[in-house]
Structure formats: C-alpha cells, structure tokens
C-alpha cells in the first residue's frame, strides 16, 4: 500500500464520503496486491521447477570454490582482527 493511503486509514475525523473513498482505494490496492503475489507466486513456481542444467559446470564448480576460499580468508582476516582489537584493549585497561 502507498504511504499516503496508510496516512489517510490512519486518520480521524473525516467525512463518511472520505471514508467510503478510503475504503474503496484500500479494497483496489488489496486487490492489485493481491494480484501482484499471484504473479509473484507463479514466477517461483516456474524458477522452482526448471531442472538446474548447470550442476556440473566446471565453470559454477571453479566460482564456488572461489567464493569458499574468498569466505574463508575473510573470515580469518576478521577474526585476526578481532583478536588484535581485544590484545591492544587488554593491553590498555592493564
């Protein structure tokens, strides 16, 4: 839903003709929302149910194991660097 439509349902103190123009622009944005997950719905079954043809590619197995060690070396740098933070904290409160 828009911000001005949550803004004008949240509002007190207006007219039954408002209210009615509320009520009616809500019930179309429920509607076109509604319609959007749908689609949306639909869309994930579709990706969900192709075969994942590339599996074995050597390239996909290469990029994978690229991003496992770039994981792992991030990870440790951080962790050094953690443990580097927490020496010289220690250092200091001593």
Avoid: C
């Avoid at 319609?35 to 639909?42: F, I």
């Amino acid at each position: 839903m828009s911000n001005e439509l949550i803004a004008k349902l949240r509002r007190e103190n207006q007219s039954e003709r408002t209210d009615l123009a509320v009520t009616k622009e809500a019930a179309d944005e429920i509607e076109r929302l509604g319609q959007d997950l749908e689609r949306y719905r639909k869309a994930l079954e579709e990706i969900r149910d192709h075969p994942f043809e590339q599996s074995n590619s050597p390239r996909l197995t290469d990029q994978l194991w690229h991003f496992v060690r770039w994981s792992k070396a991030t990870a440790r740098t951080a962790l050094e660097r953690s443990n580097d933070n927490g020496k010289s904290t220690r250092t200091d409160k001593r």
